[in-house]
């Protein structure tokens, strides 16, 4: 159950991330020799498609038995609260940290805006 909610607030995140790297892909060139290709044994293919099949009927589950979507609210509302408790207390730590990084990408910029383009 804990898995199902962590997964469920974890979709999002993973949504955004998605589209951040499409961002990031779209400004910058790829060579065809940056990428690798991944070929899973056949153990590890088998349990990853024993998973799906495990998070999917376990999804129907929880979609269709009132008290287990209760419960996954319930949890899912226990993360946030987590996780808002963990960012609040951190809060001066990840200012400061989103401070640097502007500064860094200022400077950046700065010094890339200051050298001459080089001509192909």
Excluded: H
Excluded at 72 to 98: H, K, T, Y
Aim: no cysteine; aromatic share 4%.
């Amino acid at each position: 159950m804990v898995a199902f909610a962590a997964f469920m607030l974890a979709l999002p995140v993973a949504t955004q991330a998605q589209s951040d790297k499409s961002d990031t892909k779209a400004r910058r060139t790829i060579y065809l020799k940056d990428s690798i290709d991944l070929k899973p044994s056949p153990e590890l293919q088998k349990s990853l498609d024993a998973l799906a099949a495990a998070v999917q009927a376990l999804a129907i589950r929880v979609a269709t038995d009132p008290q287990l979507r209760v419960a996954a609210i319930q949890v899912a509302s226990g993360f946030v609260v987590v996780a808002q408790q963990a960012i609040m207390e951190n809060s001066a730590v990840i200012q400061e940290a989103l401070k640097t990084a502007a500064e860094r990408i200022a400077t950046t910029q700065a010094n890339e805006s200051r050298e001459p383009k080089k001509s192909p």
